[in-house]
Structures are given as structure tokens and as C-alpha cells.
């Protein structure tokens, strides 16, 4: 069964440094791989995702997402945090049923905190 | 081109009630799934309709049930309202059921029982 693991519920940056936010995958197959995000009291906007082409995956905001196959990992990184970024992060695959692409799996989350 | 919309907002029952969602998918797009969001379960999958059948489903009890209409405009519909309801349900659409297409979701339906 396919599955996500968000390894941090909580990370705290400044504005202006790096962000990481964590995700390791287990499936059985070559996974089709997203990011999304969530603002408070909005819904779910897509980031990027990875879908068995190139393993540097860019997204919008200036997001980036690489695919590891060794380390079962798909890592969500930022080279400079904004105030606006500010929101919870999901880390998602998608389930793999009938022989198709199925609905998501999501990560529990990651709340992201940036500090003036 | 418009995207995904969900009626009504909010929502405020009580136990036992049952409530009906609603769900207009981006235009074009024929698949419509629908997630519920608790702090506690985090986000999980209901179910999905494509061509107006339910091609997919969670492990929700019987309470939880949807359809699709032809214009691809989705339903959700739960009975006998339970505290443990209380959620945001999200809908999300893409052009077809069972490929790489990426899922669009809409802002939610906050549902609270009383």
C-alpha cells in the first residue's frame, strides 16, 4: 500500500532563509509524487509534482521538490522563506487502483511559521 | 477559466440531521472526488465519480454517499449526522478519472454538528 510520512509537524524559519519541509514515500510501484499547500480557512493549492520525468521537480513560488528513489524521500526545499509562505504543506501520493492513478494519500502535515 | 466551487461555505447542524454538499467541478473536467479534512484523521479520501459512476470509494460507513450529474456537478449526501462529522470536505476535479491528470481542488465545505 502506498503511503507518505511527513517527519516534521512543525518547522519555524525567518524570513529570508532556506525552508525543508520533509516527506518520505513507501510504494509499491514508481509513484506519481505532489506537493500541496493550505492557508488558513482556504483550500488545497497544488505546488509541484512528480511524475516519473525529471527527478528536480519546480513549482510555483519558487518551490522545489526533488525525487530520491534510494532515500524513498521527495523533500520540498525553498532557497528563501517569505512571510507569505507561511501555511500548511501536504505531502501526497497517489494511490494506484484498478490498474489507474487513483485519489491521494496525504502526509499528516507540516505547519510552516516564518518570523519577521 | 473558473475553478472548482463548492456550496454551501458553511454549514451548521445538528446530531442526526443529515446535510447534502454540493460540488461544480472546472469546466471540461468529468472526474470529481471529495476528501475530509479533520485535525485528528488529517485528509482522507471519500470517494470519486467519473461519467456520473462511482469509480472509487474510501473506508467511510454507508452514511457517507455521493452521485454525479451529467453536467459532472457532484453531490455528496450524509445521513444521521454524527459529532465526529464535523470536517471540511473538500472536492476536488480533474479531466479524467484513472491517469497522471492533476487534481483541483475547491475551498471546502466547513461542516459543524451540534
Known amino acids: 500500500a502506498q503511503s507518505v510520512t511527513q517527519l516534521d509537524s512543525h518547522v519555524s524559519v525567518s524570513e529570508g532563509t532556506p525552508v525543508l519541509l520533509r516527506c518520505n514515500y513507501s510504494s509499491s510501484y514508481s509513484p506519481s509524487l505532489f506537493w500541496y499547500v493550505q492557508h488558513p480557512n482556504k483550500g488545497l493549492q497544488l505546488l509541484l509534482k512528480y511524475t516519473s520525468a525529471a527527478t528536480l521537480v519546480k513549482g510555483i513560488n519558487g518551490f522545489e521538490a526533488e525525487f530520491k528513489k534510494s532515500e524513498t524521500s521527495f523533500h520540498l526545499t525553498k532557497p528563501s522563506a517569505h512571510m507569505s509562505d507561511a501555511a500548511e504543506y501536504f505531502c501526497?501520493?497517489?494511490?494506484?487502483?484498478?490498474?489507474?492513478?487513483?485519489?491521494?494519500?496525504f502526509g499528516k502535515g507540516t505547519k510552516l511559521s516564518v518570523k519577521p | 477559466k473558473a475553478g472548482v466551487t463548492q456550496t454551501p461555505r458553511y454549514l451548521i447542524k445538528t446530531r442526526g440531521q443529515q446535510v447534502t454538499l454540493s460540488c461544480s467541478p472546472i469546466s471540461g473536467h468529468r472526474s470529481v472526488s471529495w476528501y475530509q479534512q479533520t485535525p485528528g484523521q488529517g485528509l482522507q479520501f471519500l470517494f470519486e465519480y467519473f461519467s456520473e459512476t462511482q469509480r472509487n470509494k474510501g473506508n467511510f460507513p454507508g452514511r457517507f454517499s455521493g452521485r454525479q450529474f451529467s453536467n459532472s456537478r457532484s453531490e455528496m449526501n450524509v445521513s444521521t449526522l454524527e459529532l465526529g462529522d464535523s470536517a471540511l470536505y473538500l472536492c476536488?476535479?480533474?479531466?479524467?478519472?484513472?491517469?497522471?491528470?492533476?487534481?483541483?481542488f475547491g475551498p471546502g465545505t466547513r461542516l459543524t454538528v451540534l
Open positions: 501526497v501520493v497517489s494511490d494506484f487502483y484498478g490498474g489507474s492513478q487513483g485519489n491521494l494519500i
Open positions: 476536488a476535479s480533474r479531466v479524467s478519472a484513472g491517469s497522471e491528470d492533476t487534481q483541483y
